[in-house]
């Protein structure tokens, strides 16, 4: 792959990273002035405000772990683990299944 094909790949997903990143901040901003002022009374944002809401639901909520990390499935493994234990370990008698009475 030549050098010009690269570059036009890279600014390529440059310029499409922009135009998305623009089209979430007006969606964000639409949504909220649609929905906020008139079920809890609260003021219209302007574009710049809902990319603060983005950011900071971002820091708050978003994955602080590397990437690779996130894309495992050792979370998946995890969960299946501690349900292997929860079965084999149980401090529960085992009760025989009830059977449906016809009436």
Do not use: Y
């Amino acid at each position: 792959m030549n050098i010009l094909r690269k570059l036009l790949l890279i600014l390529g997903g440059l310029v499409l990273a922009v135009v998305l990143a623009f089209a979430l901040g007006i969606f964000v901003k639409w949504l909220w002035n649609w929905l906020m002022p008139p079920i809890f009374g609260l003021p219209i944002i302007s574009f710049w405000q809902a990319w603060g809401l983005l950011l900071l639901a971002k820091i708050l909520f978003g994955s602080h772990q590397h990437p690779e990390v996130r894309h495992s499935h050792e979370g998946a493994n995890r969960h299946g683990k501690l349900k292997s234990w929860l079965h084999t370990n149980r401090d529960v008698p085992e009760t025989e299944p009830i059977e449906p009475t016809t009436a």
